[in-house]
């Protein structure tokens, strides 16, 4: 079995700036892509970011220049920066990771979420 653990999540105000990270532990042979997604009450999930192994990156438009996503691989950790945080941005954010379990085997496994609240 792989935990998501999340954590950095909270209360920001505009313009100002919050680190999210996600630990994955467990039964992990490798893990492959990370990533980062929203949910806003009465919308659907939406990718935010996303990182691969190697360290290619891909962010939604709505956060392109102001989140950062990167990852300790060492330490199967996945961090998004969120600098200039907007009103909108407000959500529960969770982690995702594509872990491989054992050579050939990769599922899909989530953490549990983190609110993140941008108000003034």
């Known amino acids: 079995q792989v935990q998501l653990v999340e954590s950095g999540g909270g209360l920001v105000q505009p313009g100002g700036s919050l680190r999210l990270s996600c630990a994955a532990s467990?039964?992990?042979?490798?893990?492959?892509?990370m990533g980062w997604y929203r949910q806003a009450p009465g919308k659907q999930r939406e990718l935010v970011a996303a990182i691969t192994s190697g360290g290619s990156t891909n962010y939604a438009d709505s956060v392109k220049g102001r989140f950062t996503i990167s990852r300790d691989n060492a330490k199967n950790t996945v961090y998004l920066q969120m600098n200039s945080p907007k009103p909108e941005d407000t959500a529960v954010y969770y982690c995702n990771a594509d872990v491989s379990v054992r050579l050939g085997v990769r599922r899909g496994y989530w953490g549990q979420g983190t609110q993140v609240t941008v108000s003034s």
């Open positions: 467990g039964s992990i042979f490798s893990i492959n892509a």
